[in-house]
Nanobody
Framework: QVQLVESGGGLVQAGDSLRLSCAASGRTFTNNAMGWFRQAPGKEREFVAAISWGGERTYYADSLKGRFTISRDNPRNTLYLQMNTLKPEDTAVYYC?????????????????WGQGTQVTVSS
């Protein structure tokens, strides 16, 4: 089992930056591909970014490339999402996800472990 706890969300203005963190505990963290997803009110959960277990490969939703950066610190068992130049349309609950395996997925069904989510609200 892997337990995931997100933090770092909040209310910011358009153009601001935020860094989300996801602390993992439980079984070994190093061999798990991980990702960030988000869900806005009335919408389906969507892919944001994913990272390989070693951190050498990263993947992003096309619309977010250049503004968001995913990274991980395996010794600290922590996943990060740096979000820059935030826009009102980035408002959503952001979820951290992990999977048992090294293959990276961009879909929700590829991940078996989820955090409770952290709210990000961007005002215009």
């Amino acid at each position: 089992q892997v337990q995931l706890v997100e933090s770092g969300g909040g209310l910011v203005q358009a153009g601001d930056s935020l860094r989300l963190s996801c602390a993992a505990s439980g079984r070994t963290f190093t061999n798990n591909a991980m990702g960030w997803f988000r869900q806005a009110p009335g919408k389906e959960r969507e892919f944001v970014a994913a990272i390989s277990w070693g951190g050498e490969r990263t993947y992003y939703a096309d619309s977010l490339k250049g503004r968001f950066t995913i990274s991980r610190d395996n010794p600290r068992n922590t996943l990060y999402l740096q979000m820059n130049t935030l826009k009102p349309e980035d408002t959503a609950v952001y979820y951290c996800a992990a999977r048992s395996g090294t293959v990276v997925y961009k879909t929700t069904d590829g991940y078996g472990y989820w955090g409770q989510g952290t709210q990000v609200t961007v005002s215009s």
